[in-house]
């Protein structure tokens, strides 16, 4: 079993000019181009996972999600009051 912070290599092919690309971004970010990538890889994926148009419940939850669907939702003062705000480009 892998310990929490140990490392795996990841390559990837990628074309001269890709390459170039990512070499000036890593240089303008002031980091490795390995760290560049991997940064930028994690927070993509990140985004691709957390935006997923479908959503599992466990059946073991099914229930308490559909009596929380019907719950009649409550008041809130903030969202209200900001509904009566004219946006900006209005003022």
């Known amino acids: 079993m892998d310990q929490p912070n140990t490392t795996t290599v990841l ?35 990140e985004i691709d996972v957390l935006s997923r148009g479908i959503v599992t419940i466990p059946a073991k939850d099914w229930e308490a999600f559909e009596s929380w669907l019907a719950t009649p939702p409550e008041p809130n003062p903030a969202l209200q009051k900001l509904a009566r705000l004219k946006p900006t480009w209005d003022r």
């Open 11 to 45: 390559s990837v092919r990628v074309s001269r000019e890709e390459r170039a690309m990512l070499e000036a971004a890593a240089e303008q970010s002031r980091t490795s181009l390995s760290e560049f990538v991997r940064r930028k890889s994690v927070e993509a994926a």
